[in-house]
């Protein structure tokens, strides 16, 4: 393919309060003009430490405090008289998901199944050398041929520039599986607390690089779909290379995993400027926090969900591209396979709050369009 309802202001000051899966405000204010039922609540929950923390409205260093706090409140929000919002029920084709030997494959797929999930867009994480992993999923997709649809593994031993053996490998992956989107690429992948740490605090591959040039050239025959992944803590540097990379190719296909973690703004000119862009919502539902550099992780965009509520400006973005975004969820480890019903589940709480035409394309309908298979579809690796 180429190309609820607030009844008072104190309830509205609420849903800026806290974003699930979002830091805690910086601005202490927005805590002391929250209704004190959430605060009381929370209070029965958390320990005086943590708790004296949330009142001032400071940001614990600890992963573990701020998903405790995000629990909290979340379990405080739930159980209290404020808007509920339906999910959707639809049908759903994950875009994209990644997987490799630390995960039992078959428990990953049962899961799945279990969350309600019609088809899964999956490749490959290949660590060390370019196919491991390669054969185990391309097993597993030949026993689940109504549910996988596969693509070129993804290659961590990449760094600067897009290197001959990788596109080598992808060409002949995509000719002899008929894989139908090339795995996601990093080319800029800020230093995650949970992940591996790069001297330069980053891995980094330069888009603007005769590499990927030569990588296009190679793919430009097959019609095909690239993940090529960026992240908004370098927009002065990164910026101009994929608007100009964009442009420079405006006959292939790309799709932007995570929504980039940028700002809904910041999406919305790219998406303008660029009708090859397509849109992948995984993470996105929740607030990614796990940047190990402060300056990075205050470069992140917001959540999409605010609470249970799709904020405003999402909302708005989500409608207007409703052609160019896809829902993808993006299982990279072992814990997220595990909780793959839950952010799935947070999905279809913004999916329901779209219109259901809206709703539907970015479900699966614009899946099946970028894959070339449908729901009901058997596809078979080769």
Known sequence: MRTGRPSTLCLLCLLCLFAAGQAIAQDASIFTSAPPEILDCMDSKLDADLMEQVRAGIRPKERNSRKMIREAYESCLSAGDYPKYSRYDG??????????????????IRNVREAGVDKLALFARSSKRLHDNELAVIDMAKRNPDLIVLGAPKFFQLSEDVSDRYISATVNGIRG???RFIGELLYTHGDKQT???????????????TGTAKLLEAIAPLNI???AHWEPYAPERD????????????????LLPHMGFASAQQLDEFMRRHPNLFLLTSKKERYMDDFADPEKQRMIGQAMLDGDLLRPEWKELLIRYQD???FATDPHMKKLWMKYGDAVGRQRLILGQLPRDAAEKIAYKNAERMYGVRLNDTWTVR
Not at 92 to 106: C, G, N, P
């Open 225 to 227: 779909p690239f993940m």
């Open 324 to 326: 160019r975004i896809l």
């Open 91 to 108: 049908p759903l084709f994950d875009a994209m998901s990644q997987i490799d030997e630390t995960v039992d494959m078959d428990a990953a």
């Open 177 to 179: 599986h008929g894989y």
């Open 195 to 209: 992940g591996k740490r790069y001297e330069a605090g980053e891995r980094y591959v330069d888009p603007s690089k």
């Open 239 to 254: 910026f101009p290379r994929f608007h100009a990379l964009y442009s420079a190719w405006p006959d292939q296909t790309f």
